[in-house]
């Protein structure tokens, strides 16, 4: 896939309202995906659903406020906007509990949706927003419409019990990048049956699906990527963590934005996109909706500090062609 100053990214699922003991902070790993993209210089579309309740007209405000288009945010007429309690374990991982139905849960198609997806350099997509019939349709009609060299980046976002085997195995059908953590990864081996070391399960994956790309996440230990015959560990910084949430999304959509429009013009602009300064005060703000106070608008690419956690890439060993 040759490189793009200005890639179209298509991200396709829930917009979620992450619901703490004292405020609520909007996020939805779609969102997070494109605002990040938005923030390394890439076109992202959403492509989600809330409800016509004063928390669907909040979550309007709030993504049009960071520069991000809400013109294929469907208003649903019955459904409400989506909520999610969140707690965290004790190792400061985010747990979620989710409404059972709301405005996401009936994604409908559009035939300009499906022009976007014809037009597409890659798209995001993920198992929690198929949990229902309606929107894994849909999904699914828009993925299969995408031209073969389309970079289409599946989600493994296990929220039991919001997923089911069938989701995954036929989302890795129609993927040819895959992004999960650790954990998912746990997870993922019992249903697929896969056997060894973490480095032979990811292989095993390839193989079977025909994946171009894996995405790792590791947290404290850092993630690994696997592309076509390659395998290359990025370490993790030594950081005082305070909340993950929409970490995971963040680095995905940092590196893939990297690989659509290839390395920075300079060794120099390199080395400043992958070694951004992460301060205490910064990750202390992180929220659902990541680093939306870092920039109120987008960056040019090389000077984009949007995402700290692109320290993990080392040029030495990047670009990856897709």
Aim: charge should be neutral; glycine fraction near 6%.
């Amino acid at each position: 896939m040759p490189p793009s100053p200005s890639p179209r990214i298509l991200c396709i699922g829930e917009i979620v309202w992450d619901c703490f003991d004292k405020e609520k902070r909007l996020g939805g790993s779609p969102l997070n995906f494109a605002y990040i993209c938005s923030q390394m210089g890439a076109k992202p579309t959403l492509i989600s659903s809330v409800g016509t309740d004063s928390d669907g007209a909040e979550a309007i405000r709030e993504i049009e406020s960071h520069g991000l288009s809400s013109a294929h945010v469907q208003r649903h007429q019955v459904l409400p906007t989506s909520k999610a309690q969140i707690a965290h374990d004790t190792q400061g991982s985010p747990i979620f509990s989710l409404d059972p139905e709301n405005a996401w849960d009936d994604l409908r198609l559009f035939p300009e949706d499906e022009l976007l997806t014809q037009n597409a350099d890659a798209i995001f997509f993920g198992s929690l927003c198929q949990r229902s019939n309606a929107s894994k349709t849909t999904i699914r009609q828009l993925i299969t419409k995408a031209p073969p060299q389309t970079l289409k980046l599946f989600d493994v976002n296990i929220r039991k019990p919001h997923f089911s085997s069938e989701t995954l195995l036929s989302s890795l059908e129609m993927a040819n990048a895959l992004k999960l953590s650790d954990e998912e990864l746990g997870e993922l081996s019992e249903i697929l049956n896969l056997k060894g070391e973490v480095r032979d399960q990811l292989k095993q994956i390839r193989g079977n699906y025909g994946l171009k790309l894996i995405i790792l996440t590791c947290g404290r230990q850092g993630s690994l990527i696997l592309h076509e015959n390659e395998i290359v560990r990025m370490p993790a910084e030594n950081i005082d963590v305070v909340d993950t949430t929409g970490a995971g999304d963040s680095f995905a959509a940092t590196f893939c934005t990297y690989l659509l429009r290839g390395p920075p013009s300079s060794t120099r602009q390199n080395k400043q996109l992958v070694s951004q300064p992460l301060s205490a005060r910064r990750l202390e703000q992180q929220c659902s909706f990541p680093s939306i106070f870092f920039h109120p608008s987008p960056k040019p690419y090389e000077q984009s500090q949007a995402l700290p956690l692109v320290r993990n890439l080392r040029p030495r060993r990047l670009p990856f062609r897709l």
